[in-house]
């Protein structure tokens, strides 16, 4: 508790002086911790029950070498009474340091008050970098994403386009042996005189048939061009080709942008609840 406290307070009663073994053995804890050593503060209560200024000099003396041997900053030792006062102050003879200890009650209540807005204001500042981040690398990788499909688009139909052309083109060449075959034989049907001329071109005719019955190797070229395009298809939807990289579900993003609004509005909040503790110390200190 001590670690998580703004304040540690030892009271010793003077009567039983409160030097039980349990306490010494908090005191003595509580002093090998540095962290804690400027928390920690020692009071005689009740010294009102010892009015003789003898009696509680001896009361003091012993509290003090009890708590020599267990406290670290023993130069900066220091041991106030106090007590709830009864009796008139003329008619009081102890001296009672309950006033100091509420003031730094009070003070270390102040200090707390604005450290924990100043921490506010700073942890807000922390949490709505790290929503504006998130954000920012969504935004970022949805950007590329899309770059990405506008690439792999082009792609497909660039090799789509040749995987129609191609075959286009050996289509267009077998249009072209047809016309051949034709303009060859036309001549030969002119007459007798013609007729060696078209024997002589028989052989390249024969070719050139040969070449339109091959089917064979029009099919081949088809299946080709059909196994690259879809090659390049499924290379692009599994992702090998300009991959796509993963984005955040659209609830996260919603519950980035509810976040974002509620640090927003706590940000207000600390500004107007710093406002307040200003006025408020304003007016405590008149």
């Not at 497909?156 to 040749?162: A, H, Q, R, T, Y």
Request: overall charge negative; proline content about 4%; some cysteine.
């Amino acid at each position: 508790m001590a670690d998580h406290a703004d304040l540690v307070l030892f009271f010793f009663d003077p009567i039983g002086q409160a030097l039980c073994k349990r306490t010494m053995e908090v005191v003595e804890t509580l002093n090998n911790k540095p962290e804690i050593l400027p928390k920690l503060h020692y009071y005689l209560s009740k010294a009102d029950t010892v009015p003789e200024q003898d009696e509680r000099s001896k009361v003091l003396v012993q509290i003090t070498l009890n708590l020599q041997k267990r406290i670290q900053n023993t130069h900066s030792f220091d041991l106030p009474t106090i007590y709830v006062p009864e009796l008139p102050e003329e008619e009081v003879v102890v001296k009672n340091a309950v006033g100091k200890l509420c003031e730094l009650i009070e003070d270390t209540i102040n200090l707390t008050v604005q450290k924990t807005l100043d921490k506010l204001r700073e942890d807000c500042d922390k949490a709505e970098e790290l929503v504006s981040a998130e954000l920012a690398s969504d935004k970022a990788v949805c950007s590329a994403n899309s770059t990405r499909a506008v690439q792999r688009f082009f792609v497909f139909f660039l090799v789509g386009i040749l995987a129609l052309v191609f075959p286009m083109f050996v289509m267009l060449a077998k249009v072209d042996m047809a016309l051949g075959v034709f303009a060859m034989i036309k001549p030969a049907a002119g007459g007798p005189g013609r007729l060696l001329d078209f024997f002589e071109g028989t052989e390249a005719i024969a070719h050139k048939v040969d070449g339109l019955a091959d089917s064979g190797t029009d099919m081949q070229y088809l299946g080709a061009s059909a196994c690259v395009l879809l090659t390049t298809y499924l290379l692009s939807r599994l992702g090998f080709i300009f991959p796509k990289k993963d984005e955040l579900a659209t609830e996260r993003t919603d519950e980035l942008a509810r976040w974002g609004k509620s640090l927003e509005a706590l940000k207000a909040s600390q500004v107007k609840w710093y406002g307040e503790y200003q006025q408020q110390s304003i007016r405590s200190d008149y």
